[in-house]
C-alpha cells in the first residue's frame, strides 16, 4: 500500500450479506480535488499531495458496477455501498482443541510475563462444564432431591473442565501448588492465625509479575480464566501475543461461542467481585475490515495497537461488531440492574484489572472508527483488536458499539 498521503480508508465487508461500506477520508489539506479508482481487486485515491492504495485479500472481490449510495458525510468524507465477494471462512476454532490438547503434554504459562505455571502436565480428558444454571435445572426436573446438591463438578487428575471464561485443574499430582505468597490470605482472628477467607482470599497470583490468574476452588482445584494463561504443548516454541491482542482475541471468541451455542447477544463482563463493569450486545461476527491510515506517523495517535500494525498496516481483520456500555463510576447502575436480572443476559467473569482492560480497548478501539460508525443511537459503537486467527485469513478484531 502506498502511503504517501495522509489519508484515511475504511472499507467493511459483510461475508453473510455480500456487501461492502467504503468510507474516503477528507484530506488534511482539505478542497483538493480527488480521483477514487476501485475495482475488484483494490481500491485507489489519488490528490495533488500523493496517491493511497489498497490491495484486497485473494479471498475478498469488490463489484464496481453495482456502486450505489455515494454521499458527502461531513467529517467523515465519501461514503459508499458496493456489492463484494468474501469467501474467508467463518468457521469458529475452539479456545481448546480437545482431540489434540488431550493426547500432548502441555505447559500453563502466565500470558502476562511468560512464567511456566504448571510444566508437562498429561491431559486425558478435556470435558466443557454445563452451563451456571445446570443445578436449578436438575431441581426444576428431578422429582427427588438433587443428587449433585454435595458433589461440586471438578476435574479428577489429568481432567481439564472448560467454561465460558475459565478452565478446572486439579493440582494435586502437581509439584505446582498456590504458594502462600501467591494466595491472597485474610486474618480471621489472633488465634486462627491467616486462612483462606472465601471469595476474598482465593486469588491465585503470579510470582513474578503479581497478575491474576485465577481462584483456589478447593484444597485440589484451581480455575484460570483464559485470558490469563497460554496452554502450549511441552518442547515446542510460540510466538509472543501483545497483551490487548490476547485479551480481544479471547474475549470475542467466547462472545461467538456463547452466541452460537446458546443463542445469547447481551452480555454483563463482570469481575471476579461480581461487579459489573461493561454491558455489550454482540451485533454481527461475519464483518472483514481493511484500513489505511496513512503514514507510519499516525501509529501514534492509536498506541494500543501500534503492536498489530507495526509489521503490516495494509492486513484485513475479521471483526465482530458490538455495541457496549461502560458501569464504572456507577454509570449507566440502572441498565446493569435490569441486565442482571434479566435471563436472556449471559454473565461473563473475568480478572477485575482485564475487564478495565478490555473497556480501555473498546474506548481506544472507538476512536479508529470513522466518527459516523462510533454511535448508534444511545450505544457508542466501537471496534476491537484481533479475535482469533484463521488459517486462510488475516486475525479477527471486535468492531464495538456503545449501547
Same mark, same amino acid.
Given at each position: 500500500?502506498?502511503?504517501?498521503?495522509?489519508?484515511?480508508?475504511?472499507?467493511?465487508?459483510?461475508?453473510?450479506?455480500?456487501?461492502?461500506?467504503?468510507?474516503?477520508?477528507?484530506?488534511?489539506?482539505?478542497?483538493?480535488?480527488?480521483?477514487?479508482?476501485?475495482?475488484?481487486?483494490?481500491?485507489?485515491?489519488?490528490?495533488?499531495?500523493?496517491?493511497?492504495?489498497?490491495?484486497?485479500?485473494?479471498?475478498?472481490?469488490?463489484?464496481?458496477?453495482?456502486?450505489?449510495?455515494?454521499?458527502?458525510?461531513?467529517?467523515?468524507?465519501?461514503?459508499?455501498?458496493?456489492?463484494?465477494?468474501?469467501?474467508?471462512?467463518?468457521?469458529?476454532?475452539?479456545?481448546?482443541?480437545?482431540?489434540?490438547?488431550?493426547?500432548?503434554?502441555?505447559?500453563?504459562?502466565?500470558?502476562?510475563?511468560?512464567?511456566?505455571?504448571?510444566?508437562?502436565?498429561?491431559?486425558?480428558?478435556?470435558?466443557?462444564?454445563?452451563?451456571?444454571?445446570?443445578?436449578?435445572?436438575?431441581?426444576?426436573?428431578?422429582?427427588?432431591?438433587?443428587?449433585?446438591?454435595?458433589?461440586?463438578?471438578?476435574?479428577?487428575?489429568?481432567?481439564?473442565?472448560?467454561?465460558?471464561?475459565?478452565?478446572?485443574?486439579?493440582?494435586?499430582?502437581?509439584?505446582?501448588?498456590?504458594?502462600?505468597?501467591?494466595?491472597?490470605?485474610?486474618?480471621?482472628?489472633?488465634?486462627?492465625?491467616?486462612?483462606?477467607?472465601?471469595?476474598?482470599?482465593?486469588?491465585?497470583?503470579?510470582?513474578?509479575?503479581?497478575?491474576?490468574?485465577?481462584?483456589?476452588?478447593?484444597?485440589?482445584?484451581?480455575?484460570?480464566?483464559?485470558?490469563?494463561?497460554?496452554?502450549?504443548?511441552?518442547?515446542?516454541?510460540?510466538?509472543?501475543?501483545?497483551?490487548?491482542?490476547?485479551?480481544?482475541?479471547?474475549?470475542?471468541?467466547?462472545?461467538?461461542?456463547?452466541?452460537?451455542?446458546?443463542?445469547?447477544?447481551?452480555?454483563?463482563?463482570?469481575?471476579?467481585?461480581?461487579?459489573?463493569?461493561? %454491558? @455489550?450486545? *454482540?451485533?454481527?461476527?461475519?464483518?472483514?475490515?481493511?484500513? &489505511? +491510515?496513512?503514514?507510519?506517523? /499516525? $501509529?501514534?495517535?492509536?498506541?494500543?495497537?501500534?503492536?498489530?500494525?507495526?509489521?503490516?498496516?495494509?492486513?484485513?481483520?475479521?471483526?465482530?461488531?458490538?455495541?457496549?456500555?461502560?458501569?464504572?463510576?456507577?454509570?449507566?447502575?440502572?441498565?446493569?440492574?435490569?441486565?442482571?436480572?434479566?435471563?436472556?443476559?449471559?454473565?461473563?467473569?473475568?480478572?477485575?484489572?482485564?475487564?478495565?482492560?478490555? %473497556? @480501555?480497548? *473498546?474506548?481506544?478501539?472507538?476512536?479508529?472508527?470513522?466518527? &459516523? +460508525?462510533?454511535?448508534?443511537? /444511545? $450505544?457508542?459503537?466501537?471496534?476491537?483488536?484481533?479475535?482469533?486467527?484463521?488459517?486462510?485469513?488475516?486475525?479477527?478484531?471486535?468492531?464495538?458499539?456503545?449501547?
Amino acid at each position: 500500500m502506498a502511503a504517501a498521503a495522509e489519508l484515511r480508508v475504511f472499507l467493511e465487508v459483510r461475508r453473510r450479506l455480500q456487501s461492502a461500506l467504503l468510507i474516503v477520508g477528507e484530506p488534511k489539506e482539505g478542497g483538493m480535488p480527488m480521483d477514487v479508482s476501485v475495482t475488484a481487486s483494490s481500491f485507489q485515491a489519488r490528490t495533488p499531495a500523493g496517491c493511497t492504495e489498497i490491495r484486497l485479500p485473494a479471498e475478498v472481490r469488490l463489484v464496481p458496477p453495482s456502486s450505489r449510495g455515494l454521499q458527502y458525510v461531513a467529517g467523515d468524507g465519501l461514503h459508499l455501498r458496493l456489492q463484494a465477494r468474501a469467501q474467508c471462512s467463518t468457521k469458529l476454532i475452539p479456545l481448546f482443541n480437545q482431540s489434540s490438547q488431550a493426547q500432548d503434554c502441555c505447559t500453563f504459562y502466565c500470558q502476562s510475563c511468560g512464567e511456566v505455571i504448571i510444566r508437562d502436565r498429561k491431559l486425558r480428558r478435556v470435558l466443557p462444564l454445563p452451563s451456571e444454571n445446570w443445578g436449578a435445572l436438575v431441581g426444576e426436573w428431578c422429582c427427588h432431591p438433587d443428587p449433585f446438591a454435595d458433589k461440586p463438578l471438578h476435574p479428577q487428575e489429568n481432567d481439564c473442565f472448560i467454561g465460558d471464561s475459565f478452565f478446572l485443574l486439579n493440582i494435586k499430582s502437581d509439584m505446582w501448588q498456590p504458594h502462600p505468597a501467591l494466595v491472597e490470605t485474610h486474618c480471621l482472628s489472633s488465634e486462627d492465625h491467616f486462612k483462606l477467607k472465601p471469595k476474598a482470599n482465593t486469588k491465585v497470583i503470579c510470582k513474578r509479575c503479581k497478575v491474576m490468574l485465577g481462584e483456589t476452588m478447593s484444597s485440589e482445584t484451581v480455575k484460570f480464566y483464559m485470558t490469563e494463561m497460554i496452554i502450549q504443548p511441552s518442547e515446542r516454541n510460540f510466538p509472543i501475543i501483545p497483551r490487548s491482542q490476547f485479551v480481544q482475541s479471547i474475549i470475542a471468541q467466547c462472545l461467538m461461542e456463547l452466541s452460537s451455542a446458546r443463542s445469547t447477544f447481551r452480555f454483563r463482563i463482570q469481575g471476579h467481585d461480581s461487579k459489573a463493569y461493561i %454491558l @455489550l450486545w *454482540l451485533l454481527n461476527s461475519d464483518s472483514l475490515v481493511i484500513e &489505511s +491510515l496513512g503514514s507510519p506517523k /499516525s $501509529f501514534k495517535k492509536f498506541p494500543l495497537l501500534e503492536d498489530i500494525w507495526k509489521a503490516d498496516f495494509s492486513s484485513a481483520w475479521n471483526a465482530i461488531k458490538v455495541l457496549y456500555q461502560p458501569c464504572i463510576k456507577s454509570r449507566n447502575e440502572k441498565l446493569a440492574s435490569s441486565w442482571e436480572s434479566d435471563i436472556s443476559v449471559h454473565s461473563l467473569t473475568l480478572p477485575s484489572a482485564t475487564c478495565l482492560e478490555l %473497556l @480501555l480497548i *473498546l474506548s481506544r478501539n472507538n476512536a479508529m472508527l470513522p466518527p &459516523s +460508525l462510533r454511535y448508534m443511537n /444511545s $450505544f457508542q459503537v466501537r471496534r476491537g483488536a484481533i479475535v482469533r486467527q484463521t488459517p486462510s485469513c488475516a486475525p479477527t478484531g471486535i468492531y464495538p458499539a456503545t449501547l
